[in-house]
Structures are given as structure tokens and as C-alpha cells.
């Protein structure tokens, strides 16, 4: 039973940096993709960054450029979110995902397991 539990998160003000972490068990053997996604109130869940699990090759959507690091800890099946200069817009909530690397790694469907989410939020 695959499982991803979050922690992290919480309240800053613009400008601050946040860290969100996310321990994976249950994974199987072979290369998966891990992401974090996010959820605005009223809008779709984006990507904000990718990662695989034997590559380690980091992707990143447009927002999260240049202000987000995403790593993976392969010996303690951690993946991290590290976020800095934060700004308004990117209050959301916060899921991690993982899934067999078979499309493309930004596509939100090619992710069958979620973490449970973790608020962030920016207050200007």
C-alpha cells in the first residue's frame, strides 16, 4: 500500500521561504516521477515541480523558476519543496504525488498517488 504523508507548510509573510517535505512508503521497485501540484480556492490544481526517482532530473513549471528547489532523498524516501520569495499567489494548497514515469512528467494524470495536502499561505 503505497502511502505519502506531508509536513511542512503553514503561514509567512511575502518574501519568506517555506520547506515542505513528503515521506513516501510502499513504493515499489523502479523509476518513479514525483511532483508537488498545488490547489488555489476556486481554481484547477497546477504542477510546480518534478522530479524522478533514479534520474533525479528537476523540472519546474513557470511560478515555481528560479524561487523553488525540488530534491529527493532516496535513502529516506523523502521528497522536499523548498520555497522561497514567496509571494501572494502562491497561496494554495500543497500535494505531493508519485507515479510510474510513463507520459509526460508535468501531466497530472500520469500521478496515481497523493499526499493529503498542506496549506501555504502568503500574506502580503
Known amino acids: 500500500q503505497v502511502q505519502l504523508v506531508q509536513s511542512g507548510g503553514g503561514s509567512v509573510q511575502a518574501g519568506g521561504s517555506l520547506k515542505l517535505s513528503c515521506v513516501a512508503s510502499?513504493?515499489?521497485?523502479?523509476?518513479?516521477?514525483m511532483g508537488w501540484f498545488r490547489q488555489a480556492p476556486g481554481k484547477e490544481r497546477e504542477g510546480v515541480a518534478y522530479?524522478?526517482?533514479?534520474?533525479?532530473?528537476?523540472w519546474y513549471d513557470d511560478p515555481a523558476k528560479g524561487r523553488f528547489t525540488i530534491a529527493l532523498d532516496n535513502a529516506k524516501n523523502t521528497l522536499y519543496l523548498q520555497m522561497n520569495r514567496l509571494n501572494a499567489d502562491d497561496t494554495a494548497m500543497y500535494y505531493c504525488?508519485?507515479?510510474?514515469?510513463?507520459?509526460?512528467?508535468?501531466?497530472?494524470?500520469?500521478?496515481?498517488?497523493w499526499g493529503q495536502g498542506t496549506q501555504v499561505t502568503v500574506s502580503a
Open positions: 510502499g513504493l515499489i521497485d523502479g523509476e518513479y516521477c
Open positions: 522530479i524522478r526517482t533514479h534520474s533525479l532530473s528537476p
Open positions: 504525488a508519485a507515479g510510474l514515469c510513463g507520459g509526460r512528467i508535468t501531466d497530472r494524470n500520469e500521478y496515481r498517488y
